[in-house]
C-alpha cells in the first residue's frame, strides 16, 4: 500500500479512543478508503450505546482528511454513507491534488505528535485569542466547543465526581478499566505510565484513575499530585446526538486536538459525566440550548507526554477485489 491510501491509515491509527481500544478497521479502495468500526473492541460495560466508539471513528476520519490535505491530496469525507452497512462508520475518497497551505502543514505534523496528557498541567492561563481558535475548529465542522467557568465550572465538577463515584462503584466497569490498563506489553490499551498520577484530595476535577482496579491491598501506594487550580474546562457538543452527529463530533473533536496541539497545548478527557446516563441528562439540561455533550477536554499547558501504543496497519487494513 503506497500512496494516499497509505498516508491515509498511518494517520488515522493515531486518532484517540476510550481506553485506547482502537475500534476501527481500514478498508482500502481503489479511490478512498473505508473507515469501519471494530465492534469486537467495544465496551461493553464503558461504553455500552457506542458513543465512544463513534467519536474514535469520527476522529480517525478527520486524522485521515488532515493528512491528506498535508500532503497536497484533495479528498472529500462521507459519514454513514450506506444504511445496509452500519458498520461502516465514513469513508474517505480521493479527489485530486491540493496545494498545502501553512495551517494544512501545522495540523498534518501535529497528528502524529498528538497525545492524551494525563499529568498536571502548569497554572498558566491560555490565552482568550487561542481559545478562540480552538471553538472555531469546533464550529468549522458543525460542533460547537463550550467554555466553562464560574458556577458552571463547579456544577460540571460535580457532576465529575459523581459520576466518577458511580462508575468506580461498577465492579464490571473496574474489571473492563483494568483489562484495558497494562505495563506497555502490548499495541493497544493505556500504559501504567500513561494513566497519569492520582490526584491530590480537594482537586477540583476528578481525574479518571486508571490504576485503581488493579490495585490490591498489599499494592504500594501510589503517589497523589496536585493538578492545575485553575483548570481550563471546554464540553464539546453536537446540534442532535443521533450516531451522525456522533461521527462528526469526532470530526470535531480531533480537529479542536491537532489545532491545540500544534499551538504547544495539551489535552486530556474528562468523560465520565457523559458515561453515566443521569449525569448526561443533567448537563444536557445545564448546557441548554448550546446542545448535546458528546466529550468533555481539558486543556493547559503541560509537558509533552509520550504517545500510547497503535496496532500496526497490517492488522487493522483489508483491500477490496
Request: net charge neutral.
Amino acid at each position: 500500500m503506497t500512496g494516499p491510501a497509505d498516508i491515509a491509515v498511518r494517520a488515522g491509527i493515531r486518532a484517540p479512543s476510550q481506553h485506547n481500544t482502537q475500534p476501527w478497521l481500514f478498508r482500502v479502495l481503489g479511490d478512498g478508503v473505508e473507515v469501519l468500526r471494530d465492534t469486537s473492541r467495544a465496551l461493553e460495560h464503558g461504553d455500552n450505546d457506542g458513543r465512544g466508539a463513534d467519536l474514535a471513528c469520527g476522529a480517525v476520519l478527520c486524522n485521515m482528511r488532515t493528512a491528506l490535505a498535508a500532503a497536497g491530496h484533495a479528498c472529500t469525507v462521507e459519514v454513514l454513507p450506506d444504511r445496509q452497512r452500519p458498520e461502516l462508520a465514513g469513508t474517505v475518497w480521493f479527489t485530486g491534488p491540493h496545494r498545502p497551505g501553512p495551517e494544512d502543514v501545522a495540523l498534518g505534523t501535529a497528528v502524529a505528535r498528538r497525545a492524551t496528557n494525563r499529568r498536571p498541567f502548569a497554572d498558566r492561563p491560555v490565552p482568550s485569542s487561542l481559545l478562540h481558535r480552538l471553538t472555531g475548529a469546533a464550529e468549522s465542522d458543525a460542533a460547537r466547543l463550550v467554555m466553562l467557568s464560574g458556577g458552571e465550572l463547579d456544577m460540571f465538577a460535580a457532576l465529575l465526581r459523581r459520576a466518577d463515584h458511580t462508575l468506580a462503584r461498577d465492579a464490571a466497569y473496574r474489571a473492563e478499566l483494568a483489562a484495558w490498563t497494562h505495563d506497555g506489553e502490548r499495541p493497544d490499551g493505556v500504559p501504567a505510565s500513561a494513566g497519569g498520577p492520582r490526584a491530590e484530595a480537594g482537586t477540583l476535577l476528578a481525574m479518571r484513575d486508571f490504576g485503581a482496579a488493579r490495585r490490591t491491598d498489599d499494592s504500594p501506594s501510589t503517589a497523589e499530585r496536585a493538578f492545575e487550580r485553575d483548570p481550563v474546562v471546554a464540553v464539546l457538543t453536537s446540534t442532535g446526538d443521533t450516531r451522525r452527529h456522533r461521527i462528526g463530533a469526532g470530526i470535531a473533536l480531533e480537529h479542536v486536538l491537532l489545532a491545540a496541539t500544534s499551538r504547544g497545548l495539551s489535552a486530556s478527557f474528562l468523560p465520565q459525566p457523559v458515561e453515566v446516563e443521569s449525569t448526561r441528562v443533567e448537563l444536557t439540561t445545564a448546557l441548554g440550548r448550546r446542545g448535546y455533550p458528546q466529550t468533555v477536554l481539558r486543556l493547559g499547558h503541560g509537558y509533552p507526554g509520550a504517545t500510547t501504543p497503535r496496532r500496526p496497519v497490517e492488522d487493522v487494513t483489508s483491500y477490496a477485489g
